[in-house]
């Protein structure tokens, strides 16, 4: 037996499914939307490091510690 769903159904059914897992799993997909952003600002402040001229780890220390 052969079951036949048109597109339109099936779409929705998707939608339904993917609002009602956000919606009881909210912590879950507010982490992996926080982490995707950290790992960008990761990427773009590595590239603008590579911009810059290098510095001594003592400058940084000396930085830090203020």
């Not at 290098?54 to 203020?66: A, D, R, Y």
């Amino acid at each position: 037996m052969q079951i036949s769903i048109d597109e339109s159904k099936l779409k929705q059914l998707f939608k339904e499914a993917l609002i009602e897992a956000l919606e009881e799993r909210k912590d879950i997909f507010h982490d992996l939307i926080t982490e995707a952003i950290e790992d960008v600002a990761l990427i773009r402040a590595i590239q603008e490091g590579e911009k810059t001229e290098p510095v001594s780890k003592k400058e940084i220390l000396n930085i830090l510690e203020g």
